[in-house]
């Protein structure tokens, strides 16, 4: 086999260890990923009249419902029986196990959550926060790069990779699955980001989370065709359960979508359910 038809990946995913702790490269993109995230966060919500606190909280709020919804997504869609006979495991989130589409359910509801308690608009919040969680899942999947892992089938296009790292698979070229997907996810990021940085307020409600789920789930749904399958049971379905997982999301985009080109409607003021603004003035002249 000629190098020249593949690139040879025989990369460390462990960066450098100090005793017993380990600093591997997907748990620092993963973290790089709120920690920029953060700082565009901040640039977005305060051109929108909202201030650094919201954004301090909301962050809490992303990742709290990101770790949680990714790893019982791996529990329950990917390996149910062996996680509810060993529950302990779930806890083990160090071992590896993180979904997705797990994910996402994580982020909606715990944003819910914040939106209720914060007294923002959901779809105010969704809109935003969906820029962020798209240059997120860039780096998340440079992370499964670095790991040797949820990449390819065979294949001998010139840009295959051999992924020498994981022993069971190190023998053949592969698509870099993570690659395209992580490239696709930063080229969404793109356009959200100037598509907000163009409009702001103007943007009608729901547009940028309608574009963002669409796309990023389509997208998912294709590529799953060229990966290989992370879960033995996989192989006897016709679509693999990401391709399952990525259906009703992909409907529930197309659908907000479509109410958006319906009846255009555009975000509240800095997101406020109410206007605080206008609250605070008149407490002030009362006084």
């Known amino acids: 086999m000629s190098f020249l038809n593949y690139i040879p990946w025989n990369v460390d995913p462990d960066i450098f260890s100090i005793g017993p702790l380990t600093i591997r490269w997907y748990g620092l993109l993963f973290a790089l990923g709120f920690v920029i995230g953060q700082r565009i966060l901040t640039k977005i919500y305060v051109a929108e009249g909202r201030t650094e606190g919201d954004v301090d909280v909301i962050t809490l709020y992303m990742i709290i419902g990101t770790v949680v919804g990714a790893r019982l997504g791996h529990t329950l869609f990917y390996a149910p029986d062996y996680y509810l006979s060993n529950p302990i495991e779930i806890l083990k989130i160090w071992e590896g196990g993180l979904a997705s589409h797990g994910a996402t359910v994580g982020i ?77 996810v930063f080229l969404l990021f793109v356009v959200l980001y100037w598509l ?91 006084g």
Do not use: C
């Not at 390819?152 to 051999?162: K, Q, Y």
């Not at 399958?229 to 679509?239: H, I, K, R, S, V």
């Not at 992909?250 to 659908?255: C, E, K, P, S």
């Open 108 to 184: 909606l509801f715990a944003l819910w959550l914040f939106s209720r308690r914060q007294k923002f608009d959901y779809m105010w919040v969704l809109d935003r926060i969906v820029i962020v969680v798209a240059l997120g899942g860039a780096l998340i999947r440079l992370g499964n790069l670095m790991n040797s892992e949820i990449f390819g089938r065979p294949t001998d296009v010139p840009w295959a990779f051999i992924f020498y790292q994981n022993n069971q698979y190190s023998h053949v070229p592969r698509h870099p699955t993570q690659l395209y997907e992580s490239l696709s």
């Open 196 to 286: 907000w940085n163009k409009y702001k307020a103007a943007l009608p409600r729901g547009l940028l989370f309608g574009l963002f789920v669409t796309f990023l789930f389509s997208f998912r749904f294709l590529v799953e065709f060229l990966k290989e399958n992370q879960e033995a049971f996989e192989d006897e379905m016709t679509l693999n359960m990401g391709q399952i997982l990525s259906i009703p999301l992909i409907l529930v985009g197309l659908f907000i979508l479509f109410r958006v080109w319906q009846n255009p409607k555009p975000a509240l003021p800095g997101g406020r359910l109410v206007d605080d603004t206008k609250a605070d003035t008149r407490k002030v002249r009362k």
